[in-house]
Nanobody, 117 residues
Framework: QVQLVESGGNLVQPGGSLRLSCAASRTIFEVYDMGWYRQAPGKQRELVATLTSGGSTNYADAVKGRFTISRDNAKNTVYLQMNTLKPEDTAVYYC???????????WGQGTQVTVSS
């Protein structure tokens, strides 16, 4: 059973930065698609950023220019660098991975990000 473990969530002031990590228990070298969703209290889970095996990225409009998704295949880890954080970025951030086309996504347990002064 593949596992994803997120880390890096914290309390940060508006304008600050955080880097989230998502470590997989198996190689991500040929993973079809990985990325991040988030869910704020009382809201639906929403896409934040995705990264395909070919290196293509996709970002939600709300985070474009502020967040960057990247991967380190040697560490089986995907990162989400979040800059210029806003209170509306407060949410639980979930990592997911689709290891091959057509397979169900694997989800991590989530990590809390709180942006507040």
């Amino acid at each position: 059973q593949v596992q994803l473990v997120e880390s890096g969530g914290n309390l940060v002031q508006p304008g600050g930065s955080l880097r989230l990590s998502c470590a997989a228990s198996r190689t991500i070298f040929e993973v079809y698609d990985m990325g991040w969703y988030r869910q704020a209290p009382g809201k639906q889970r929403e896409l934040v950023a995705t990264l395909t095996s070919g290196g293509s990225t996709n970002y939600a409009d709300a985070v474009k220019g502020r967040f960057t998704i990247s991967r380190d295949n040697a560490k089986n880890t995907v990162y989400l660098q979040m800059n210029t954080l806003k209170p509306e970025d407060t949410a639980v951030y979930y990592c997911y991975a689709v290891f091959r086309l057509g397979s169900y996504p694997v989800w991590g347990q989530g990590t809390q990000v709180t942006v507040s002064s």
